[in-house]
């Protein structure tokens, strides 16, 4: 598990490194309203949009980082859990959750941008 807070549209890029492939993946949030925070992400070509709330079912998204193999049961992917807002600092802080059953996928941080 990792902690991540971000200011309003400063992206947090994530490096995947697993076998010979190195993908970015990446998000950033664009709106806090009605307790509703707008997030935008983007892996492998694919981009996405989500509203998430906090203490509701729909609190996190998940990013498939590996499709599940012949020899595997389960993909790879990260979970992004939004946490709190803090509204003084206008600050959203999410967990980051990786699932990797056979572990051979490993996660770079790199500079917010």
Request: no cysteine; proline share 1%.
């Amino acid at each position: 598990m990792e902690n991540v807070s971000l200011k309003k549209d400063e992206q947090k890029k994530i490096l995947v490194k697993y076998e010979s492939n190195e993908r970015v993946f990446y998000f950033r949030w664009t709106l806090y309203v009605n307790e509703g925070l707008v997030v935008h992400s983007s892996y492998d070509k694919q981009v996405s949009q989500h509203v998430l709330y906090l203490n509701h079912t729909n609190q996190s998204f998940r990013v498939t980082l590996k499709s599940k193999g012949a020899g595997s049961y389960a993909g790879t992917y990260v979970l992004v859990k939004f946490k709190e807002f803090d509204i003084k600092e206008n600050k959203a802080i999410f967990e980051l959750f990786l699932s990797d059953p056979d572990s051979q996928t490993q996660m770079e941080y790199l500079k917010n941008v």
